[in-house]
């Protein structure tokens, strides 16, 4: 059974930054295509960045030019690095895997708060 282990939220200001982290175990993130989601207080879920098994990532527009999403094979997890922090930012934020490397979803992690104060 694969886990997903999301890290890295918090408090921040905003325009700072904040990276998280999601470690795998039980497979590995390097077969799956990795998406990174975020839910805010009373809205649906939104994509954010997707990191496929081959080619090129891809951002929403909400997040282009400030977010990066990378993967450590060695250490078998993915990352978000967000930067340019903005209060429109806060929410939980989730990693999902997908072993098709389509939309549906396999493995979800448990999601980490990330606060951004102005």
């Known amino acids: 059974q694969v886990q997903l282990v999301e890290s890295g939220g918090g408090l921040v200001r905003s325009g700072g930054s904040l990276r998280l982290s999601c470690a795998a175990s039980?497979?590995?993130?390097?077969?799956?295509?990795m998406d990174w989601y975020r839910q805010a207080p009373g809205a649906e879920r939104e994509f954010l960045a997707r990191?496929?098994?081959?080619?090129?990532?891809t951002y929403a527009d909400s997040v282009q030019g400030r977010f990066i999403i990378s993967r450590d094979n060695a250490k078998n997890t993915v990352y978000l690095e967000m930067n340019s922090l903005k209060p429109e930012d806060t929410a939980v934020y989730y990693c999902?895997?997908?072993?098709?490397?389509?939309?549906?979803?396999?493995?979800w992690g448990q999601g980490t708060q990330v606060t951004v104060s102005s």
């Open positions: 039980g497979g590995t993130v390097s077969n799956y295509r």
């Open positions: 990191l496929p098994r081959f080619g090129t990532t």
């Open positions: 999902a895997a997908s072993v098709r490397g389509t939309v549906v979803f396999d493995y």
